[in-house]
């Protein structure tokens, strides 16, 4: 198995600003946005954004969730192992909201949908929007695209994005995971 | 995180230390699902679910119910009452005629020890015991174990007494034995005649003073005296019982510390427990009855997973 870095953390940086940027030019002073990571991964990707948003686009009080779509997957008792689930934080009402689910990587689209599915059980939100840092281009399963995309990325299916965090990882970085040959 | 170790709830014995932790994890999240608007998850919604009743029960059998339907499964249920049990069928014909309408768990509760492991041997569905007789009741276990983390903090070294009728009750078994899987310091405390001879050999510390026992421990439950399970006198008087073992408001106005008191249901209040103990801010009665539906979906998420389909 061999690891390839394919973003880097300038390139990165850049990618996070320019997703600042397109909400800030759609949701203004976010009033009625809120936005909503999707666990596990997503919680990183909001937190940089929020930060970003606060500090360099002077955004402030930003209303967010974390949205965990274990009990909503669509592959329970069809995928060997165990599904844990993460925490839900919920504490704004979403029913009338404009709410942007935010995650590291769009692949099939199915936690999207489970995602959409999760969130009605808050309320009627006024409208649902995607945003994803990466989006790996021609694998999704189901009719779903991303309003905002960081980098666009071409994988195959036995390939494995992963994004990593200067917080948790030590280092700012997209990899590209190659199977064993 | 894997997945449980076992197949079917029949007693907290077969539990490993992991599943205990694994329950109540995953109860924690489903707590969070059972505050939303809207209660109910998708998750469980191919999966048909066998209520059997054969002794009575109101909280248990509403609260495994709830559970179900939180989790969009189809339940059926059934009391011995009304059933050919009463016209002489035996158990797993009875079972084996439910499970031909394709159900894939069972939730049981049998005045019979063992009746939920006999089953599990017998039938090919997953089967969760909701009490057989005086043996065991794991989810009761479980939700009292949910309710005392949630209250403390933390399971490891807290001192919880056990105090009534401990002979007669699958409550007390199943909660000693859970508690001890984790860590906890256990005592139980009863008149001698309502606490097994051999109750120290379970690592548990053995009382028959309800001031020495409230005074050592963090947390006390208070178990109802088993009237239908009694085919003997096992003490003088109800009024001789609450003046020993009876837990009031002055008890616990005397104690340096505050403890927490909990109760199975049902209560027998002036008996076990007064009412001003019972509707005091020290007892978490009410919590246990709210935290047993997200226990009891945690299990039946987590057992409902070991049936992969293909091979269920």
Redesign the interface.
């Known amino acids: 198995m061999s690891k390839r870095e394919i973003i880097d953390s300038g390139e990165l940086n850049i990618a996070l600003n320019r997703l600042c940027c397109k909400l800030v030019e759609n949701h203004g002073d976010f009033t009625n946005s809120i936005l909503i990571g999707l666990q596990p991964r997503g919680g990183q990707v909001l937190s940089r954004l929020v930060k970003l948003l606060e500090e360099e686009y002077g955004v402030s009080s930003i209303r967010t969730g974390l949205l965990?779509i274990?009990?909503?997957r669509d592959d329970?008792?069809?995928r060997?192992?165990?599904?844990?689930?993460?925490?839900?934080k919920i504490e704004h009402l979403v029913e009338d909201q404009k709410v942007v689910f935010i995650d590291d990587v769009l692949y099939t689209g199915r936690s999207v949908r489970a995602a959409m599915?999760a969130i009605?059980?808050?309320?009627r939100p006024l409208k649902m929007e995607l945003l994803t840092l990466i989006d790996r281009r021609f694998s999704r399963d189901l009719p779903i695209q991303p309003d905002y995309k960081g980098r666009q990325v071409d994988s195959i299916a036995s390939q494995r994005v992963e994004v990593l965090w200067e917080e948790v990882d030590g280092r700012d970085a997209v990899l590209l995971t190659e199977p064993a040959s | 995180?894997?997945?449980l170790s076992v197949n079917h709830l029949l007693g907290i014995k077969h539990l490993a230390a992991g599943d205990i932790q694994l329950i109540l994890?995953?109860a924690k999240?489903?707590k969070?699902?059972l505050n939303?608007?809207?209660?109910?998850?998708?998750?469980l919604r191919?999966i048909t679910i066998a209520n059997l009743f054969f002794e009575n029960s109101t909280r248990t059998r509403l609260s495994f119910e709830l559970a179900e339907k939180r989790l969009s499964a189809d339940v059926v249920n059934f009391s011995a009452a009304s059933s050919s049990v009463k016209k002489g069928e035996t158990l797993v014909d009875t079972v084996n005629n439910i499970l031909s309408m394709k159900v894939d768990m069972v939730v049981m509760r049998h005045p019979n020890p063992g009746a939920a492991e006999f089953l599990s041997q017998h039938v090919d569905a997953s089967i969760i015991n909701a009490g057989d007789g005086a043996h065991e009741h794991p989810t009761q276990a479980l939700l009292d174990a949910f309710s005392i983390r949630e209250r403390l903090g933390n399971l490891e070294g807290a001192k919880v007494a056990i105090v009534g009728d401990i002979l007669h009750s699958r409550v007390a078994l199943s909660n000693v034995l859970l508690l001890k899987k984790i860590g906890a310091d256990v005592m139980v405390c009863g008149p001698t005649t309502l606490v097994p001879k051999y109750m120290h050999t379970l690592g548990v510390r053995v009382e028959h003073n309800l001031q020495t026992a409230i005074e050592w421990c963090d947390v006390v439950n208070m178990l109802r005296v088993q009237h239908e399970r009694q085919d003997i006198k096992y003490f003088p008087s109800i009024a001789e019982y609450r003046a020993q073992y009876g837990l009031t408001m002055a008890h616990l106005d005397a104690l340096e510390k505050s403890i927490v008191v909990m109760h199975p249901g049902p209560i027998n209040r002036g008996v076990e427990i007064t009412s001003e103990v019972a509707d005091s801010p020290h007892a978490i009665i009410l919590d246990q009855v709210e935290n047993g539906v997200a226990v009891r979906m945690a299990v039946l998420?987590?057992l409902?997973?070991k049936?992969?389909?293909g091979n269920?």
């Open positions: 965990d274990t009990f909503y329970f008792r069809r060997p192992g165990h599904l844990q689930p993460n925490k839900t599915d009605l059980s808050y309320g | 995180m894997s997945e994890d995953t999240e489903f969070e699902v939303r608007p809207i209660k109910k998850v998708p998750t191919d998420y987590l409902a997973e049936r992969k389909l269920s």
